[in-house]
């Protein structure tokens, strides 16, 4: 199913993240008015509008998209930017998104993802490239799925979820609130708790003594 490109778009983030994001969108045909955030750490193709604040100057008709990976701060951001304007969506049209699937507002599907029938994508998820979600699988809310990774059927995720690249969790589990799954992971029962999970089968990472 296709997803229209927004028009216009402001982002808020600064970093290589939004440098991504504007080209992708830029390729679509949509108009970056600008970024948002600290001061760049790398070249943008468009304006640097200056901090948090001065989204407030942007013209509220234009949408925003957040370009952070740390679920907390995209969190953080789409409140933000939910205060004064619309959330837009984002799915690249080389992403294969089911007409039975549900995407919220905020969020990203990068290309070469696949999303299968009954999934939902709750506010803020971002899915990263090349990744695959499995039928009826719930994403919650500013989760960040990485590029390479596989959910199967059924699985919830919950809020703030962090799937690092390449991880792999198999169909049906549950993973906690604010969990962070690292890179590489096989993910083969549920995550009961938030923290972080490694390793094939995944298993608790120790803080260090
Ligand atoms: C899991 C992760 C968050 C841990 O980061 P961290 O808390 O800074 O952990 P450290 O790098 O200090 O490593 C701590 C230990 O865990 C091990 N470890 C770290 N990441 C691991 C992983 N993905 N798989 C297996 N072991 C891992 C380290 O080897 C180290 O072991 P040691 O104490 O025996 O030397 C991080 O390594 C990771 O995988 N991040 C995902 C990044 C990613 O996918 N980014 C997407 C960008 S688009």
Redesign the pocket.
Known sequence: MSHAIPDRVVILGTGGFALELAQLMGDCGCRVVGFVGPQPDCPLPEPWLGGDDSLSTVNTHIPALVAA?QPHLRQRLLALAAAGRALARFVHPAALVSSAARIDEGCMVYPNSTIHAGVHLESGVLV?SNVSVGHETRIGPCC?I??GSSLGGRIRLGARV?V???ASLIEKLDVADDA?I????AVIRSIPAAG?W??VPARP?EP?P
């Open positions: 990976g990263n960040n990485g590029p962090f690092g690249i390449g962070i690292g890179a590489g992971a972080t490694v390793g990472l260090r």
